[in-house]
C-alpha cells in the first residue's frame, strides 16, 4: 500500500494544481497514481511531467518499440516494479515479449545502456560507448542519457513512496 494516497479530486487542489490535473487528464485520459501522488506539489509535478518533452523527442529518433525496449530496461534494472510493469505492458501492446524477443542491434545497444543507467553505473565500458557513438549524434546520446536520468528518478519515487500499481496495469 502507497506511503502516500495520490489525489483523487482535482476539487481539493488549489488552481495551479487543478489546472495542472486537468492538463494530466487531457494528455493522458486518466489520472495515473504516480500523478495523482506528485500532484501533492507541484514543483514535483513539473519536474517529472518534463521528462515527456524528451521522451517525445526519443519516440521520434527511435520508434515506440525501441523507447520502451529501452525505459523497461532502465525501470528493471532500477528494480521498480511500477515502472517495470508499466513499460511490460507498452512491449506487450506493440506485440512484444519482454522476456523472450529478438531485439534489432540499435535496441541491443539501447537495453545495454538502460541496464548500466537502471543499475546506476557511474561510468560506460569502451565497447557500449563505441557503440553508442557509431549509432548516434552527441544530441541523441544527451537525449538518451538524459531520460535516462529522469527515469530513474521516477524509478525512486515510486520505490521510495511504494506507489500502487494502477488498476490497469494488473489486468
Same mark, same amino acid.
Given at each position: 500500500?502507497?506511503?502516500?494516497?495520490?489525489?483523487?479530486?482535482?476539487?481539493?487542489?488549489?488552481?495551479?494544481?487543478?489546472?495542472?490535473?486537468?492538463?494530466?487528464?487531457?494528455?493522458? /485520459?486518466?489520472?495515473?497514481n504516480?500523478?495523482?501522488?506528485?500532484?501533492?506539489?507541484?514543483a514535483?509535478?513539473?519536474?517529472?511531467?518534463?521528462?515527456?518533452?524528451?521522451?517525445?523527442?526519443?519516440?521520434?529518433?527511435? /520508434?515506440?518499440?525501441?523507447?520502451?525496449?529501452?525505459?523497461?530496461a532502465?525501470?528493471?534494472?532500477?528494480?521498480?516494479?511500477?515502472?517495470?510493469?508499466?513499460?511490460?505492458?507498452?512491449?506487450?501492446?506493440?506485440?512484444?515479449?519482454?522476456?523472450?524477443?529478438?531485439?534489432?542491434?540499435?535496441?541491443?545497444?539501447?537495453?545495454?545502456?538502460?541496464?548500466?543507467?537502471?543499475?546506476?553505473?557511474m561510468?560506460?565500458?569502451?565497447?557500449?560507448? /563505441?557503440?553508442?557513438?557509431?549509432?548516434?549524434?552527441?544530441?541523441?546520446?544527451?537525449?538518451?542519457?538524459?531520460?535516462? /536520468?529522469?527515469?530513474?528518478?521516477?524509478?525512486?519515487?515510486?520505490?521510495?513512496?511504494?506507489?500502487?500499481?494502477?488498476?490497469?496495469?494488473?489486468?
Amino acid at each position: 500500500m502507497a506511503l502516500i494516497q495520490p489525489v483523487k479530486d482535482s476539487d481539493v487542489l488549489d488552481a495551479e494544481r487543478r489546472h495542472a490535473y486537468e492538463e494530466e487528464i487531457e494528455r493522458a /485520459g486518466m489520472l495515473t497514481n504516480m500523478k495523482g501522488t506528485t500532484l501533492l506539489s507541484l514543483a514535483v509535478h513539473q519536474a517529472y511531467a518534463s521528462s515527456y518533452l524528451i521522451k517525445e523527442e526519443l519516440i521520434k529518433l527511435l /520508434g515506440k518499440r525501441a523507447f520502451a525496449v529501452y525505459a523497461h530496461a532502465i525501470s528493471n534494472s532500477s528494480g521498480c516494479l511500477l515502472c517495470s510493469t508499466y513499460f511490460r505492458r507498452e512491449l506487450r501492446n506493440l506485440k512484444v515479449d519482454p522476456k523472450d524477443f529478438e531485439p534489432t542491434p540499435r535496441e541491443q545497444i539501447l537495453m545495454e545502456l538502460g541496464l548500466a543507467i537502471g543499475g546506476r553505473k557511474m561510468n560506460l565500458n569502451s565497447d557500449l560507448w /563505441g557503440s553508442l557513438k557509431a549509432e548516434f549524434s552527441e544530441q541523441d546520446i544527451v537525449n538518451l542519457v538524459g531520460f535516462g /536520468g529522469k527515469m530513474v528518478a521516477t524509478n525512486i519515487f515510486n520505490s521510495i513512496l511504494e506507489v500502487d500499481l494502477d488498476p490497469y496495469l494488473t489486468v
